[in-house]
């Protein structure tokens, strides 16, 4: 059974940056596209970034491109979002998600998400 833990959210100034970890274990993470999902108050789930499961795919919602940059290491089982540049708008709890195929198609698909991270919230506020 694959469990996910993501973590490195806090507290930002606008302009400011964070890194997101999010760790796979019980099974390896190499067959699985995982993707980071943001929850703003009130407002729904929605798709942030994705990778295949090689890393050699990614997505982005437009939103952040230009600012935040997924990366995997399938050796660590680690997925990592970094954030620049962050702004109010990006406030939320920050879920990382696996689905069990390679490929980024359909990646913001939130219904195919069965594994997912217990969420940590991001704050950017001066």
């Known amino acids: 059974q694959l469990q996910l833990v993501d973590s490195g959210g806090g507290l930002v100034q606008p302009g400011g940056s964070l890194t997101l970890s999010c760790v796979g274990s019980?099974?390896?993470?190499?067959?699985?596209?995982i993707a980071w999902f943001r929850q703003a108050p009130g407002k729904e789930r929605e798709g942030v970034s994705c990778i295949s499961s090689t890393g050699g795919d990614k997505e982005y919602v437009d939103s952040v491109k230009g600012r935040f940059t997924i990366s995997r290491d399938n050796l660590k089982s680690t997925v990592t979002l970094q954030m620049n540049s962050l702004k109010p708008e990006d406030t939320g709890v920050y879920y990382c998600?696996?689905?069990?195929?390679?490929?980024?198609?359909?990646?913001?698909?939130?219904?195919?998400?069965?594994?997912w991270g217990q969420g940590t919230q991001v704050t950017v506020s001066s």
């Open positions: 019980g099974v390896m993470l190499d067959f699985y596209t």
């Open positions: 998600a696996a689905v069990g195929r390679p490929t980024v198609h359909r990646c913001f698909a939130i219904r195919d998400y069965r594994n």
